[in-house]
């Protein structure tokens, strides 16, 4: 019979020291270390291990290592900000997309693991434009398999498809329906059988997106030019003024304005609106048209 032969693992002696000094545990599980392993570690007496080390580099070496490293930070720095500025560009978001397979789901997140280690997980998230309450959900929950929702309908059977959200942005923006307001609009589209939501959720998904409905001058421009006369006399304005005084009171300007010169042909003050004077004026006004007083 075939004898069962297993391979022991072997480690690296830094890694061994390392754990032995911090005596953190959950260092050594990020490094595929099994516990019980590490805990032994802990237990046993630090041994000299003579190896190649860094140490034993002299320092002209050390300088060409110094140097290449440095080179290869600075590429990839360069290749990162490539790649933040493509996605930002592309206005690329986890919001807008979803990942049915539960391969790559769980491949992002083993990449947001590792990235963990080196960088708080809100900057590592806000980098990739993934929110931190999709990533705990992604990890206390199995989705569905659906294409169609940000997050699982089972989870929100209320919520509208993306289906339903663009029929509402075509009616909301459609010329047709610019002048229905719209909570009237959410009725019309519950009678055709289009979209069945509360005119609540409509102005929520108005105001969300800055849809912006049609508009169309109603009324046609005002002319800049108004009457004007060819000479004096032939056309009068009758004009009252409303004027209120400090104390409370009010006074009425009555006038009688030539439309060529401009010139006030007959006025007067009264603390009461009166037709009459508005008649006196016009004969004033009459009797004085060939005086030359201003």
Known sequence: MPENTHTQRQYDHRLRRLIQTTGDLDLAVRYDVPRSTARGWLKQSRTNVVSMDVL??????????????????????????????????????????????????????????????????????????????????????????LDDQSCCPKSSPQQ???????????????????????????RLAQRLGNVFASPTTWYRLVCSHDWRR??????????????????????????????????????????????FSRRVLAWRVNDSFMPSVTAELLVEAFDGRSSDKP
């Not at 993934?130 to 929950?141: D, I």
């Not at 029929?167 to 009237?184: E, M």
């Open 56 to 145: 034993d580099i002299d320092a002209k070496a050390l300088q060409r290592e110094v140097l290449s490293l440095q080179r290869r930070v600075t590429r990839l720095l360069a290749l990162l900000h490539l790649v933040v500025v493509a996605i930002k560009v592309a206005e690329f978001s986890f919001d807008r997309v979803r990942l049915p397979d539960g391969t790559r789901k769980q491949r992002l997140l083993q990449a947001v693991e590792r990235a963990r280690a080196h960088r708080p997980l809100r900057g590592a998230l806000k980098l990739i434009g993934l929110s931190s309450t999709r990533y705990y959900a992604w990890l206390g929950k199995h989705e569905c398999g």
């Open 160 to 186: 509208l498809t993306r289906e339903e959200s663009a029929a509402i942005r075509d009616i909301v923006t459609a010329d047709k329906y610019r002048h229905v307001p719209t909570g009237t609009l959410s």
């Open 214 to 259: 049609p508009r169309q001058r109603v009324h046609p421009a005002k002319p800049t030019v108004g009457i004007r006369a060819t000479r004096p006399n032939e056309i009068w304005h009758v004009d009252t003024t409303l004027v209120r005084l400090l104390d409370g009171s009010k006074a009425y300007l009555h006038a009688v304005i030539d439309n």
